[in-house]
């Protein structure tokens, strides 16, 4: 019903930069929250950044002052520009959104919706 697809992972040295992309697609009403989430090898999932419908972002201390999350609404897109890259932010990086659709007259579904995941590798 909604599917996201990710895109812009890959390979960088440390201290560099990437730009990761998440577009939605298919039938709903709206998004509220969509966010970043990463896990290392190892390591259980875990936040990176959230964005609201509204604006509000929400950062991991681990990124904070070097991700930027941001969304194109009318695109159904949230962004994840890294900077200052580091070994320890190797992983694979997930796409979040939490979708609403219609459910029938004046009803509501609340979905949870994950991307597939794109690796992001940092070498020291």
């Known amino acids: 019903q909604v599917q996201l697809v990710e895109s812009g992972g890959g390979l960088v040295q440390s201290g560099g930069s990437l730009r990761l992309s998440c577009a939605a697609s298919?039938?709903?009403?709206?998004?509220?929250?969509m966010g970043w989430y990463r896990q290392a090898p190892g390591k259980q999932r875990e936040l990176v950044a959230t964005e609201t419908a509204g604006g509000e972002t929400n950062y991991a201390d681990s990124v904070k002052g070097r991700f930027t999350i941001s969304r194109d609404s009318a695109k159904n897109t949230v962004y994840l520009q890294m900077n200052s890259l580091k070994p320890e932010d190797t992983a694979v990086y997930y796409c979040?959104?939490?979708?609403?659709?219609?459910?029938?007259?004046?009803?509501?579904?609340?979905?949870?919706?994950w991307g597939q995941g794109t690796l992001v590798t940092v070498s020291s």
């Open positions: 979040n959104a939490d979708p609403v659709v219609i459910d029938g007259p004046m009803r509501f579904k609340y979905l949870r919706v």
């Open positions: 298919g039938t709903f009403f709206k998004i509220n929250d």
